[in-house]
């Protein structure tokens, strides 16, 4: 799907919900200029086609006490049998991975690991991530500061 698969108001529904997801039908409707029926319409179309995934509370980690940020290049043996599917397996039961994505490059996966401090991180690498008989090194880039972190896509 395209951008040019949505008309304006569709692109401006998924903006206004993007900033805030808690609009009502009414007020999203007054924003995007369209009367209540036909937004709430659209937006069921948008839920019902996948564009819409679900709606989410962003929480300030810091003020949950995790205060490590880390990127972690993860590269795993090439002729381990089963490594691919047992380090996925793995990233979807560890609730500190917050993010991971498969890259091309020297590593094979970097994810983004949440931890109170980095004693925990440490322990999280030495009982799951190291554990793993497939993976053969991890290379650590502790974030300093987040200069910009967004989570709306750049629609409309």
Known sequence: ME????DRAS?????????????STQALAEKVG????????RVKELEERGVIR?????VDR????LSILVLAHVSLVRHSEGAV????????TRREIIECHAIT???????KVVAADMKAYDLFLQQHIFKLPGVSSVRSNVVLREVKYETALPVG
Do not use: H
């Open 3 to 6: 951008t040019n698969d949505f």
């Open 11 to 23: 692109l401006l529904i998924l903006q206004e919900l993007q900033a805030d997801a808690r609009l």
């Open 34 to 41: 369209l009367s209540a029926t036909p937004v709430w319409r």
């Open 54 to 58: 679900g709606q989410v509370v962003l």
């Open 62 to 65: 810091e003020k949950l006490g």
């Open 85 to 92: 599917e047992q380090f996925e397996r793995l990233v979807g």
């Open 105 to 111: 490059g020297e590593a094979d996966y970097v994810i």
